[in-house]
Nanobody
Framework: QVQVEESGGGLVQAGGSLRLSCTAS????????MGWFRQSPGTEREFVGA????????DYEDSVKGRFTVSRDGAKTTLFLQMDNLKFEDTAVYYC??????????????WGPGTQVTVSS
């Protein structure tokens, strides 16, 4: 299994922006549909957004539509999550994983360390 590592999190005021990155080691995720997930304390990990292996298809969880943008670089070695107009309820640890398209479920059993996003109101 490819190992992933997320980065780019931090503390930001409501209305601000952050850009998260996800990179791979021990392999590549260039041929996989990839997604972002997040988890807040006391809640289950939830789907945020995903991009197909080709980059031609993108989908989002309803609460982030119009504010978040998933993308991947041309070499498909890095996955991004641009987060704009952040809200307090976006506070969570964010993870990337291979995604089962349509079901919006993570495929890999092992998760990266995640990156903490904290939005102050």
């Amino acid at each position: 299994q490819v190992q992933v590592e997320e980065s780019g999190g931090g503390l930001v005021q409501a209305g601000g922006s952050l850009r998260l990155s996800c990179t791979a080691s021990g392999g590549t995720f260039s041929d996989y549909d990839m997604g972002w997930f997040r988890q807040s304390p006391g809640t289950e990990r939830e789907f945020v957004g995903a991009i197909s292996w080709s980059g031609n298809y993108i989908d989002y969880e309803d609460s982030v539509k119009g504010r978040f943008t998933v993308s991947r670089d041309g070499a498909k070695t890095t996955l991004f999550l641009q987060m704009d107009n952040l809200k307090f309820e976006d506070t969570a640890v964010y993870y990337c994983n291979r995604v089962r398209w349509g079901a919006w479920e993570a495929i890999w059993a092992s998760w990266g360390p995640g990156t903490q996003v904290t939005v102050s109101s």
